[in-house]
């Protein structure tokens, strides 16, 4: 079920956190009710791209997070360092690894989810399952129950604009305060956050990963 578009009323600019900066990356905890890059009109010019910007001199764009999904981001610091970035995304280099309070008592203890996701045409920013879409994989693994609620680990292998949420509400149990693919008064924001991002340094070619704690 989705409700009507709220006024964009994003969080005080303190709440995004510097997890890490060097050279050639920043890293960061985008809040909940955050936009990732500017949205269409002069209010929605407050965005992670932007505050960091501010902060840390230009950063560049190389993958986003819903605006109430919360967590990290890693931006680049010059277009080489972006276009790198960028194509270990797309070669699926970056492990991304998801938590999220889902409605129900989601059985078993751990499966995937393989369906691909396309766009409506009439009805954006939704997305829907379709065979003839995109290819989306979502591996998830319970790690807490609760008599209303499940608390899922999340591992992407694609990177579908809505993937988790939509294939969570595929199995019947969206995520909570989901306004688009759930019940939006589940809970006062959406229980979706990405804690780890783990990759090679775009410079030095290292291991790298960097985890921020689950706020729900």
């Known amino acids: ?74 931006f680049a610091r010059n277009k080489d360092v972006q276009r790198t970035l960028s194509m270990a995304f797309e070669k699926r280099q970056v492990a991304k690894g998801y938590e ?40 998830w693994t319970v790690t807490e129950r609760s008599e209303t609620w499940t608390r899922v680990s999340l591992t992407p292998e694609t990177g579908r604009s809505h993937q ?3 294939h969570m509400a595929s199995l019947g149990h969206p995520i909570l305060g989901d306004v688009f693919y ?10 979706l956050h990405a804690g780890t991002l783990a990759l090679r340094h775009p410079h030095s070619g290292a291991e790298i990963q960097f985890d921020a704690p689950t706020p729900f």
């Open 1 to 74: 079920m989705t409700h009507p578009p709220k006024p964009y009323n994003p969080p005080p600019p303190e709440l995004l956190k510097t997890v890490h900066i060097d050279d050639w990356i920043v890293v960061c905890d985008k809040p909940s009710g955050l936009l990732s890059v500017p949205g269409r009109g002069p209010e929605k010019s407050v965005c992670a791209s932007a505050l960091l910007s501010h902060r840390h001199g230009e950063v560049l764009t190389v993958h986003r997070l819903d605006m109430d999904t919360s967590g990290l981001m890693i």
């Open 100 to 139: 999220a309070l889902v409605s129900g008592a989601l059985q078993p203890q751990q499966g995937t989810v393989d369906a691909a996701i396309a766009k409506f045409s009439l009805n954006r920013p939704l997305r829907h399952l379709d065979p003839d879409g995109r290819e989306a994989i979502t591996h």
């Open 164 to 166: 988790l949420r939509l």
């Open 182 to 191: 759930g019940d939006g008064n589940s809970h006062e924001r959406l229980c």
